[in-house]
């Protein structure tokens, strides 16, 4: 049982350079993978707006699409179902399709976003679900990961550009005064951006997820 992951493109109707958004999001994927390799495949396109992914494990998937959404410039943004359950390959004269109950699983989850971006949560980015016959203990989890979920996105999507920059340099062990260098402006000036927008919280939510010591 692995984590599948579909992403597709927000607003990719709107972006007025397609291609020029794809190379970003390919770089971002791969700087991604380069500071904290986690993915068993790492996002790639498929057809249209989509991405696929697979990870391990739930921690190491959540992880890691926090971290390509920290580093997305603005205007480019990802939604992610996660789909937790087995996955499988079939074979066609066009090379493997991807399919299994993982799948499945993550296309439900990413409808759920789009249903629930268009309600009360325009902000909500990431969902999870879990294909049928998951134990107590996981379905637990998924319940309680969802709700983290609903609070982070809507921490990260009301970040600015700067801050989710200043908040995933600190995310892969960069020093305040490395980041203010990178922008232009002073160490306290890091500092206060870092605790205006939550970075703090969002950062030692991720080590917990992690459990790295408090």
Partial sequence: MVIAVIADIVGSRELSDRGAAQRTLDETIAQVERDLPLAVQPLTPTVGDEQQAVYRGLVDALTSLLMIQLRLPDGIAFRFGLGIGRVTAVESVHG??????????????????????????????????????????????????????????????????????????????????????????????VSKSLRSAGAAALLEGLGALRGEPA
Avoid: C, F, K
């Fill in 96 to 189: 493997e399709l991807a399919d299994g109950p993982g799948w499945y699983a993550a296309r439900a989850a990413i409808e759920t976003v789009h249903a629930r971006e268009q309600r009360a949560v325009p902000r909500t980015r990431t969902w999870i679900v879990g294909a049928p016959g998951q134990d107590e203990v996981m379905e637990t989890t998924i319940a309680a990961s969802n709700a983290y979920l609903l609070v982070r996105d809507e921490l990260v999507g009301a970040m600015s550009a700067r801050e989710r920059r200043l908040t995933y340099g600190r995310a892969v062990g960069r020093s305040q005064q490395d980041l203010a260098a990178q922008e232009g402006i002073s160490q306290p000036s």
